[in-house]
C-alpha cells in the first residue's frame, strides 16, 4: 500500500497507523440502525462516515468487507434492558406485524441512503435472521462462566468480568462510576448486581418478537447481536468496528465483554466512533421537536426549515466537519453548504473544458500530495475539501487567463480532482435539482413565446423582434411555425 492511513483508536485513545490483519483484506463493521422509523440526521452521520472510510480505502486498493447490520429486535426502548421492544412498540401501535414495520423502515432506509451517495455495504445482516449465532454465544458466554440463567433470562455478570478484565476500558468509565449511574428499576430483581444486563430475556406472554431456545422462548438482548454477526461474517477477530459515540456505552463496551468473554479475547482491533450532530446547537431530543427526518430535510418541509435541502448538500455538510468533531445544523450554515458545493461542481465542469498551454504556472503535485496527507489523517474530509477550493481557485484562475497549465499538469489535475470530489467524498450533482432546472427553463420559454405570439396577434412586431433577438443574444434561436413558435438551443 502506498499510503498508510493513521486513524484514531477510541480504544488507545490515540492515532495508529492502520495495519490490517490480512492485507490488502479489511473487515469493516459498522452498528445500523434499529428500523422502526424513518431516518434523521442522527443516521445520516455515522451513514456518511464510514461511507467515506469505505471509498477512501477502496481507492487505496484495499479490499473491504463492509457489515452493516440492521437491528429489528432486542433493542428496547431504554437501550438496555427495560421497556418494550422498539419495534414490537411501533407494530402494537400501527397494527402491523413487526417483519411488516422492519421491512417498511429499511426500504425506505435503503432509499435515503441512496439519495445521499451512501455506497451499500457489502453485507447487511439483519439481527432476526441470526438468532442461531447469538444464542451459540449465549451458550459460550455461560460456558466461560460469565453469565448466569434466572428464570428463563440470562445476564452477563458485569462484576465477575470487571474482576478478570477491565468493563470500561473503552469507554473510560470504572464499574463503581457504572454502579453509581445504574438505577435500580423495577423487574430488575432478577440481577446479581444492577450493571448486569441480559443477553437472553425470557419473552413476557404479551412479546411478539420471539425464539425458542435452551432457557425460554425469548429473544436475545441488544448488545448480542453485533459481537455474533461480526464474528460470523469478520472473523473471531477483525480490523474496524464503528458506530456513533453514543454507542461506547453500554453498546460496544458490553460488545467487548461478550465477545471477550466468549472467545478469551478482543474481537476488534480498531474502533472508531463519529461524534454527535445538534441542531441549532441543541442536542436533538423527540421533546425539542428538532427531530428533523432526511425525508423533510429533503422537502422542506419542517417548521425549522427555511427551504428544501438537497441530498448531496447534507452530505457535504457532514463531511466538511471532521467525523470527531461536533457538527451543529443550521439553516445558514446549510445555505453556505449549499453555495460551497456548487463551486466545487462548477470548477469540475469548467476542468473538463480548460485551455492548454505548454507551460505550467502553478504546481500540481504539492498540492496532489497535500490532499492525500489530509485523507490519511485520520480521513479529514474538512481539510481535504480545504484543498479542493485551493483547486477551485487554480482552476479559475487558469480559465480566465490568470494561470496556465501543460498537458501533464492538467492530466494530474483532473484525475486529482475528480476522483477526490466524486470517488472518495462521493459528491455529484443532483439528479433532481437539473431535472427542477429543465422544469424551470421550459415553463419560462413557453410564457416568453406566449408574450411574442399575442406581440404578434396585436401586430406589436416591435415586441416580437426584442423578444427573439434578445434570445438570439442568449444562443436561443426562435423558428415561427405554422403552430406557433418553436425554440432551440444553437448549441
Ligand atoms: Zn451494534
Known amino acids: ?35 422502526y422509523g424513518d431516518a434523521h440526521l442522527g443516521h445520516a452521520r455515522p451513514a456518511i462516515t464510514f461511507d467515506l472510510v469505505f471509498r477512501y480505502m477502496k481507492y487505496l486498493g484495499y479490499k473491504v468487507r463492509y457489515v452493516r447490520n440492521i437491528t429489528d429486535v432486542g ?32 426500504l425506505r432506509y435503503h432509499k435515503n441512503m441512496e439519495q445521499l451517495n451512501v455506497l451499500p455495504p457489502s453485507i447487511e445482516p439483519h439481527a432476526s435472521g441470526h438468532i442461531i449465532e447469538q444464542i451459540e454465544l449465549v451458550k ?45 428499576l423495577a423487574g430488575q430483581e432478577e440481577k ?18 420471539r425464539w425458542p431456545s435452551p432457557w425460554s422462548d425469548g429473544f436475545p438482548g441488544w448488545h448480542v447481536e453485533c459481537s455474533a454477526m461480526g464474528c460470523k461474517y469478520l472473523g473471531d477477530t477483525f480490523d474496524i468496528h464503528g458506530g456513533g459515540m453514543d454507542l461506547i456505552f453500554p453498546h460496544h463496551e458490553s460488545e467487548i465483554a461478550q465477545s471477550v468473554a466468549a472467545n478469551g479475547q478482543d474481537h476488534v482491533r480498531y474502533w472508531m466512533h463519529n461524534n454527535m450532530i445538534t441542531i441549532d446547537g441543541q442536542k436533538m431530543g423527540k421533546s425539542l421537536n428538532n427531530f428533523i427526518t432526511l425525508n423533510q430535510f429533503f422537502s422542506g418541509e419542517h417548521e425549522l426549515l427555511d427551504q428544501p435541502y438537497d441530498p448531496i448538500t447534507i452530505r457535504f455538510f ?42 505550467s504556472t502553478i504546481e500540481i ?32 484562475s487558469i480559465n480566465d487567463g490568470k494561470e496556465t497549465i501543460n ?31 429543465h ?29 427573439r433577438d434578445d434570445l438570439g443574444k442568449l444562443n436561443i434561436e426562435v423558428k415561427d411555425t405554422k403552430e406557433g413558435a418553436s425554440w432551440s438551443k444553437i448549441e
Not at 169 to 180: C, F, M, P, Y
Not at 192 to 209: C, G, L, Q, T, Y
Open 75 to 106: 433493542h428496547l426502548e431504554n437501550d438496555s434492558d427495560q421497556g418494550e421492544d422498539k419495534v414490537a412498540k411501533k407494530a402494537r401501535l400501527e397494527q402491523l406485524e413487526p417483519m411488516e414495520v422492519v421491512q417498511y423502515y429499511t
Open 365 to 396: 503535485k504539492t498540492w496532489r500530495n497535500l490532499c492525500y496527507q489530509a485523507m490519511n489523517d485520520d480521513f479529514n474530509s474538512p481539510i481535504a475539501i480545504a484543498h479542493l477550493f485551493d483547486a477551485v481557485r487554480m482552476i479559475n
Open 407 to 437: 498537458a501533464d499538469d492538467l492530466a494530474l489535475l483532473q484525475t486529482t480532482y475528480f476522483d477526490f470530489v466524486f470517488t472518495i467524498l462521493g459528491l455529484k450533482t443532483d439528479d433532481k435539482s437539473q431535472t427542477d432546472d
Open 192 to 209: 446479581r448486581n444492577s450493571v448486569d444486563f441480559a443477553i437472553w430475556k425470557k419473552a413476557s406472554p404479551e412479546h411478539i418478537m
Open 1 to 35: 500500500m502506498e499510503h498508510k492511513i493513521q486513524l484514531y483508536n477510541t480504544l488507545s485513545r490515540r492515532k495508529e497507523i492502520f495495519e490490517p490483519l490480512n492485507p490488502p483484506h479489511v473487515g469493516l463493521y459498522v452498528c445500523g440502525p434499529t428500523v
Open 140 to 184: 459460550r458466554i455461560l460456558e466461560s462462566g460469565f453469565a448466569y440463567e434466572v428464570n428463563g433470562s440470562v445476564y452477563f455478570d458485569v462484576v465477575k468480568y470487571d474482576a478478570e478484565y477491565n468493563y470500561g476500558k473503552l469507554s473510560g468509565r470504572s464499574i463503581e462510576e457504572t454502579l453509581e449511574n445504574t438505577r435500580e
Open 439 to 467: 422544469h424551470l427553463v421550459e415553463g419560462l420559454m413557453q410564457t416568453i413565446l406566449d408574450i411574442r405570439k399575442e406581440a404578434k396577434l396585436k401586430k406589436d412586431w416591435a415586441t416580437a423582434d426584442k423578444i
Open 318 to 359: 457532514i463531511l466538511q466537519a471532521h467525523y470527531r468533531s461536533t457538527l451543529d445544523f443550521s439553516n445558514e450554515a446549510l445555505k453556505a453548504a449549499e453555495k460551497g458545493l456548487k463551486r466545487l461542481l462548477k470548477a469540475a465542469d469548467t476542468l473538463k473544458t480548460i485551455k492548454l498551454s505548454k507551460s
